[in-house]
């Protein structure tokens, strides 16, 4: 254990101890707790910057299942820390917005923060794990608790729908990243990350490298929303507004970045890898801003946009791999993408968070989301107006704030494979810029549409009446820094270029450092005249031109077919899923414990056949043994006669003498076997037995023949017979097979010499196996006591096990009488139902109370007296049970 | 002498399952007495039968059958019989409560009771 891991694990000794803290200070907001531990977090991460700034990552290692060979390894490079830095600076603010946000609900809030808690602890160990479990592991934590998060809500329909969603899809893909994980410990037989990438050149020749490749990059694609993985996200905003801009915007959905970046120098280099990533991101980043502009709620616009930007970094992921193709001066330029990437996750995360608590405050102030209810509040709320315009203006690309900048360098990044000339890219590249300026458009109209029908034109008359104003300080400062910081990350690139963004890009591709080369750590607000300055001048003349005429065309959206939507897919597959798996399990979970003993039976018929048949030192031998006398031979028949004729035995009588007349028959084996003391015992417990089954089963109906057809009866037939089959053959297998010397020995030697005993077979049971007779005692104590508890302690109820629910049932009973009594004067009309449902009870009751043991008779008593008595019955079944 | 009893012992194995998995309660019941004989006769003839005389000392035999099976089989015998007299005590109750000894009945009868007692309650 080291600093580093009680870092890391600080946020679930946090969770696990807020209740108590909670309940020690009541006074103070649970949210408190949160952020002081996030700024702790932030600012000792921080006290490691300069030593990774420095190129010497830190590494502590604690070994956790050292016979595995899982450790809980953790590395803090550049990559790990501008993640580190981001959820726990992000956690800082959002503790803070969500301590006004979430004001009411105290007793839940507990909860709220433990969740929200357990969520930074599982994200921080994601993004600092070197081990490929423990980050699946933390992987799927991200996802429990983005479960339960966005099912907070958890009464209403469509929280839970979201939360539901989320879960199914992010599993999968868990699902797909732990396969992929174990593929590539077949491949390389490491799960350390370090070890991984020293032996990534070997790799790419192994035929499961695809398929791990694929696996890993679906668990990345449903994390980080990724088209056609994305619709669980815009579901995911039934989430309170905290944890939509903390998980769905900042963290959570970025984690699939981040396994991309982690993973990328494994897997860059490849055609494969640099397709699927780059062309994934850029249909999502089109799709996601295309649909963004169509959006009423103001975080459903969020949400699309998010989805668009994360497609926008995962493209830009996907171009950087291209630099390990090549060497020296070039591979640079492909590189510029990676730095792009990296400083686009940071301005995504400032600008995001900031429209995020905003879209909240707006939310908290006025009561609604719509933006076709919104409009004008910028004169009432001029703070979160400002704020706003700041978010809105990074997010479109528009200087002097930090998206401009990493937007050119994003648009700079697409033209630059026009030159590449490898992976068939002269002749597909020319698609990435125009894709790219399109979607741009498309992210220029939704952010201004954002700003603009929230805060400008005239107010809606339902908001006219209401008393809006800005939100409290408390709310408003976190957004607040956050828009400072999108303008402070314009102007003073350099502030995080070289300590944070360098780092991580150079983690992202280490290949660069190892071949001598240095990437240019400087980002500039103004980089000259370039192509990619003229494409967003471009940007910026046409989104003015469509969001000015976007009443116009924003109609067209009315014309995508909504029935071949991916959400209507994902509900009519879940459907059938639900219907094909009830289908299945109810074919044979029947609720019949017969068809379950064949379940168990044919398993074991399979299992013991297959060992029987496959084991090469099991002899089957049918030699001569003892010899079988005449009289011996009558006994044998008998058994095998008497006990083939139980099933055929039309009356009980019949059937229970002939068990008797195999039990009676084991007996006089058991005399030739030269068994005297189970003998004896045999002969009483027969005696008895066939006594007890008689007197228990007189009073009992006529035994019924067999009622369903030979259809029904040959498989249970047939399992039978191969039961009887394989035991034969088992005995013949332990007659032939002897590996080990025989124990007896041991006691006919010492029976006398230490147990002072003449009788063998009584002293193994009473001072050999004196505790196996012990407990044998005390099973026949239990079985006695559940007798007795049968036979003397009857309850009212259907049987022993049903005490609530007819405790239940009688108070309700009695609180619809005492209803009736209070409505009508007197018990009142009783319904037919009920009637029926308190018969067969009562008349147990009844003859429990008077005949035991006479065959009992239907009751006809009045309603009113029988509702009486069955009170009265109730009283006296408690007064037994105590 | 060992080889017949193997076959005894899957005929006694035989008519157990079957009647286990039969409807009717005592028949289950007499099934699970049959297999328990079964595993009696397994049991001693796993050790071999007849390889000497019974085991009790002081009686001038030169050599006893195994007593170890004959231990198992007696602890055997008397957890079966406590067995047995539960299940039938049980099946008894089952049938005094409803009114049938046909498994398949028995849950229809069972799940009636239950389904008119929340249909009561609502």
């Known amino acids: ?882 | 002498m060992e080889v017949v009893v193997a076959i005894i012992v899957g005929v006694l194995f035989a008519v157990g399952i079957y009647l286990i998995l039969t409807q009717d309660l005592l028949r289950i019941v007499l099934g699970t007495s049959l297999l328990t004989h079964a595993v009696h006769l397994l049991l001693m003839a796993m050790a071999m039968l007849k390889t000497g005389d019974a085991p009790l000392l002081g009686r001038d035999a030169e050599k006893f059958v195994d007593p170890l099976p004959q231990a198992l089989i007696l602890t055997s015998i008397v957890i079966n019989f406590g067995v047995t007299a539960f299940f039938l005590v049980l099946s008894y109750r089952a049938y005094q409560k409803l009114e049938t000894t046909d498994m398949d009945r028995m849950r229809s009868e069972s799940s009636r009771h239950r389904g008119k007692k929340g249909g009561r309650r609502s």
């Not at chain 1, 709220?112 to 699946?136: E, H, K, P, Q, R």
């Not at chain 1, 240095?518 to 003349?541: D, E, N, R, Y």
Request: charged residues 15%; aromatic residues 12%; contains cysteine.
């Open chain 1, 1 to 882: 254990m080291s600093l580093l891991h009680l870092l890391a694990l600080s946020p679930f000794l946090l969770a696990a101890g807020l209740p108590l803290l909670g309940r020690a200070v009541p006074r103070l907001h649970r949210g408190w707790f949160a952020a002081v531990l996030s700024v702790i977090l932030f600012a000792a991460l921080l006290g490691y910057s300069s030593q990774v700034r420095a190129g010497l990552p830190v590494t502590e290692s604690f070994a956790w299942i050292p016979s595995l060979g899982i450790s809980f390894t953790l590395y803090l490079d550049g990559l790990s820390l501008l993640f580190a830095l981001l959820i726990t600076g992000m956690g800082v603010l959002v503790a803070i917005y969500s301590i006004a946000y979430m004001s009411d609900e105290s007793e839940s809030l507990t909860r709220f923060y433990v969740f929200l808690l357990i969520f930074m602890g599982a994200m921080l160990g994601l993004v600092l794990s070197d081990n490929l479990l423990t980050l699946y592991g933390f992987w799927e934590l991200t996802s429990i608790t983005s479960f339960l998060l966005i099912g907070y809500h958890h009464y209403k329909h469509r929280s839970r729908y979201g939360a539901l969603k989320s879960l199914l899809i992010t599993m999968t893909g868990g699902l797909g990243l732990l396969s992929g994980f174990v593929l590539l410990y077949v491949m390389s037989g490491t799960y350390q990350i370090r070890e991984l990438m020293d032996a990534a050149v070997p790799l790419a020749s192994h035929p499961l490298f695809l398929p791990a490749m694929l696996l890993i990059l679906l668990g990345a694609f449903t994390k980080s929303a990724q088209y056609p993985f994305h619709i669980w996200l815009p579901d995911a905003m039934e989430a309170p507004t905290p944890v939509s801009a903390y998980l769905h915007s900042a963290t959570m959905v970025k984690a699939g970045l981040y396994l991309v970046a982690r993973l990328s120098p494994v897997f860059a280099g490849t055609a494969e890898w640099f397709w699927i990533v780059s062309l994934g991101g850029l249909i999502t980043l089109i799709y996601g801003s295309v649909a963004a502009v169509k959006q009423t709620d103001l975080k459903a616009i969020l949400a699309y946009s998010t989805i668009s930007q994360l497609g926008l970094i995962m493209c830009l992921l996907g171009l950087s791999s291209l630099s390990s193709v090549f060497v020296g001066e070039e591979s640079l330029l492909y590189a510029a993408a990676g730095t792009a990437a990296m400083f686009h996750l940071l301005n995504h995360a400032v600008f995001k968070g900031s429209l995020f608590m905003i879209a909240g405050i707006v939310d908290h102030e006025t009561g609604t989301r719509d933006v076709r209810k919104l409009g004008g509040l910028a004169q009432v709320m001029p703070i979160a107006f400002t704020i706003s315009v700041f978010g809105a203006f990074s997010m479109a690309g528009l200087p002097p704030f930090g998206g401009f900048i990493s937007k050119e360098m994003f648009l700079e990044a697409v033209l630059e494979p026009l030159h590449a000339g490898v992976f068939h890219l002269e002749t597909w590249a020319i698609l990435l810029p125009i894709i790219a300026w399109i979607a741009s458009v498309f992210t220029f109209i939704y952010s201004a549409l954002f700003v603009g029908r929230t805060f400008l034109g005239s107010r809606k008359p339902s908001l006219a009446r209401k008393q809006v104003h800005d939100a409290p300080l408390l709310m408003t400062l976190p957004p607040a820094l956050l828009a400072v910081l999108a303008l402070g990350l314009g102007l003073f690139p350099s502030l995080v270029s070289y300590s944070l963004i360098r780092p991580a890009a150079d983690s992202l591709m280490p290949h660069l450092a190892a071949s001598g080369e240095q990437l240019p750590g400087s980002i500039k607000l103004w980089h000259g005249w370039t192509p990619a300055l003229g494409m967003t001048i471009g940007v910026i003349a046409v989104g003015v031109l469509l969001t000015l005429t976007a009443r116009r065309w924003l109609k067209l959206y009315a014309y995508v077919p909504r029935n071949l939507s991916i959400n209507r897919f994902y509900d009519a597959s879940l459907r059938f899923f639900e219907r094909i798996t009830v289908r299945i399990t109810s074919l044979y979970m029947n609720g019949s414990s017969r068809s379950y003993i064949k379940y168990i039976l044919g398993f074991m018929l399979l299992v013991l056949g297959f060992i029987l048949f496959n084991a090469t030192d099991v002899t089957f031998r049918v030699g001569a043994y003892a010899v079988i006398a005449p009289y011996e031979w009558f006994i044998l028949l008998g058994l095998a006669a008497a006990s083939l004729a139980v099933p055929f035995a039309k009356s009980r009588p019949v059937a229970i003498i002939l068990t008797g007349t195999v039990g009676y028959l084991m007996t006089l084996m058991f005399v030739f076997l030269r068994a005297p003391d189970l003998a004896l015992t045999q002969m009483v417990v027969e005696s008895i037995s066939v006594t007890l089954y008689l007197l228990c089963f007189y009073h009992l109906p006529k035994l019924r023949t067999e009622r369903r057809a030979v259809r029904f009866r040959l498989p249970n037939f047939l399992v039978a017979v191969a039961v009887g089959v394989l035991m034969t053959l088992v005995a013949l297998a332990v007659l032939g097979t002897n590996p080990f010397e025989p124990v007896s020995d041991y006691y006919v030697r010492e029976s006398y010499e230490s147990a002072g005993g003449k009788n063998i077979v009584n002293v193994i049971l009473v001072d050999f196996r004196g505790f196996d007779t012990m407990l044998e005692i005390m099973v026949l104590g239990v079985a006695s006591l559940g007798i007795y508890n049968m036979v003397k302690l009857r309850r009212k109820a259907t049987d022993v096990g049903s005490r609530h629910v007819s405790h239940e049932g009688d108070n309700a009973d009695e609180e619809a009488a005492q209803t009736r009594r209070s409505i009508y004067g007197y018990d009142g009309p009783d319904t037919g139902l009920s009637t029926l449902a308190e018969d067969p009870e009562e008349a147990e009751h009844i003859k429990i109370q008077d005949a035991p043991e006479l065959p009992h008779e239907e009751t006809d008593e009045h309603p009113q007296e029988r509702h009486r008595s069955s009170s009265n019955s109730h009283e006296k079944g408690g007064e037994r049970d105590v």
